[in-house]
Nanobody, 113 residues
Framework: QVQLVESGGGLVQAGGSLRLSCKAS????????MGWYRQAPGKQRELVAIISSGGNTNYGDSVKGRFTISRDNAKNTVYLHMNSLKPEDTAVYYCKAMYPPFWGQGTQVTVSS
């Protein structure tokens, strides 16, 4: 069955960095578009970044220039490199595969001021 396992979340001070990982199984990873989304308490889930099977990327406006999405097809893993973190980046971060649509369980990121 499909599994997306996120890791790398935690507590970090404002201005710091974190790298999230999402390891996929049960899908054909190399042809799959992959995405990172986040949901803060009381808010709707929002797009953070998407990477296509060909490596094209797209970012939410609030993270442009600070976050970078990348993928390693040999490891069936997508990454989210987060720099210059702000308290408003605090959320549960979810990995998503597009084909078939499937969500990971989420990993908490907390940025302290």
């Amino acid at each position: 069955q499909v599994q997306l396992v996120e890791s790398g979340g935690g507590l970090v001070q404002a201005g710091g960095s974190l790298r999230l990982s999402c390891k996929a199984s049960g899908i054909i990873f190399s042809i799959n578009n992959m995405g990172w989304y986040r949901q803060a308490p009381g808010k709707q889930r929002e797009l953070v970044a998407i990477i296509s099977s060909g490596g094209n990327t797209n970012y939410g406006d609030s993270v442009k220039g600070r976050f970078t999405i990348s993928r390693d097809n040999a490891k069936n893993t997508v990454y989210l490199h987060m720099n210059s973190l702000k308290p408003e980046d605090t959320a549960v971060y979810y990995c998503k595969a597009m084909y078939p649509p499937f969500w990971g369980q989420g990993t908490q990121v907390t940025v302290s001021s």
